[in-house]
């Protein structure tokens, strides 16, 4: 986050206009309609560098989220930042696929906290902030919003939860058995 960006308040504006058809399901064999590797490889020629192979292991939430962020960086900003391609491929190619277990591209688009969770997401990815904020800021906020990072603490939360309910069930029954073996002896 080094770098100074676009405005966040013109990312998520561009979010929230998202065509229809960038949500439409990734092709696949025999399913799917839209053709997200045709997609990214038509963003890296615009940037004017070789499109390159993209892994695409996280499935298709992974990829549709690919061609949700195809639609937010393939603005004039970004495109006139060809230096920003070799982040870009790391983005839609191993970012994407971690957020894409927590939250999904129609959900980017709809939902505002996560519309700009998805910007700074990708702004982050690109070492980039939103103009106007501090490195710090920009990590506090990107963090509020962290979907990845919020799943993480609940499943935390819920592991722990279950270490505490088994702590008691076997507190519950050596109290019982202790009670059992003292009403024996008596």
Do not use: Y
Not at 8 to 33: N, Q, W, Y
Not at 117 to 143: V, Y
């Amino acid at each position: 986050m080094q770098n100074e960006g676009p405005q966040l308040e013109t990312l998520t504006h561009r979010l929230s206009e998202c065509p229809d058809d960038f949500l439409l399901p990734p092709l696949a064999p025999k399913t799917g309609v839209i053709h997200v590797e045709a997609l990214a490889s038509d963003h890296f020629r615009a940037l004017g560098v070789e499109p390159g192979k993209i892994n695409f292991s996280g499935g298709d939430r992974h990829q549709s989220l690919v061609a949700l962020a195809v639609w937010l960086l393939h603005d004039d900003w970004f495109l006139k930042r060809p230096d920003l391609a070799p982040a870009t491929r790391t983005l839609f190619s191993e970012s994407l696929a971690k957020l894409s277990l927590v939250v999904s591209a129609e959900q980017c688009v709809r939902d505002p906290d996560r519309r700009e969770e998805f910007s700074r997401h990708c702004l982050g990815q690109l070492n980039l902030r939103p103009k106007g904020e501090t490195i710090e800021q920009a990590l506090d906020r990107h963090n509020s919003l962290d979907s990845t990072e919020r799943d993480r603490v609940m499943r935390d939360m819920r592991a722990a939860e279950a270490r505490a309910r088994q702590v008691r069930e076997k507190m519950a029954k050596r109290a019982a058995e202790e009670a059992a073996a003292k009403t024996t002896r008596e």
